[in-house]
């Protein structure tokens, strides 16, 4: 009876050793051998995946490449002079290619008209020195730190704030020179449609475009009002210096409103031609 267990533990042993060599063997147990043969397979897959993966992205990158080289073919055959503009004739007469070459003129009528209203905007605010509506907050003083009664005349107040630069700008009011700016930049580009934008088909668009653009500047003028930066009065001022440097330029200085002369003398020839390579400034 006691030699009867041997054998036993003997056929259990080697029942063991068989399924290890058949399987995997885990603390829960052996697992099949196709099982073991599988976590085998997507270990060693593992390697090959990351490659492809690696590879793909690369592809995309070079096919992006390509794409953006294929689309700029025609701007680098355009810059390069490799491709030349269709050669067209004209009507002899013909108003529309009449006009002179006034780019650089324009552009510097522009520069010159805001050259102007800066200078009288500056020297509005250095000569008037009237304080903006937010000084005291700037200066950090307010009526009663100051002990005085209403309707008295302070002619100098000494401020806490050690900012110098913010209580020098709270001393520049008048007038605004953002709403000056604005409608001078905005008119002018207003008459600027007027004189170019000749489209007879679309009779409502040139006025709404100016529109647009004289809200846009009267906007901004607002904002400076309900920023605290400006009193009403000279929001309305630059919009008046605005406005006359923008007429005074456009009509009186610029070319866009001069009418094309189909005759020109030599003289006139000569002149465009010195327009065409100099500006005005």
Known sequence: MRGQPAPQRAHVSAETRTNRSKGV??????????AAAGMENTTDNEPTQIG??????KLLVVSDVLCLLLVSIPFFASELKAVRPYRRGFSCGDPSIAYPYLLSEELGAFLFGCCIGQSLTNMAKLSVGRLRPHFLSVCGVTYISLNCTQGTYLESVNCPNTDHRSIEEARKSFFSGHASFAMYTMLYLAFYLQARLTWRNARLLRPVLQFFLFLLAIYTGLTRVTDNRHHPSDVVFGYLIGAFTAYWVAFYISSMFKRPNL????METQDNHLLAQHSIC
């Open 25 to 34: 063997h885990t603390k829960s147990g052996s697992l099949p051998a196709h």
């Open 263 to 266: 005759n020109p003398s030599p």
């Open 52 to 57: 492809h993966a690696l590879f793909t992205r």
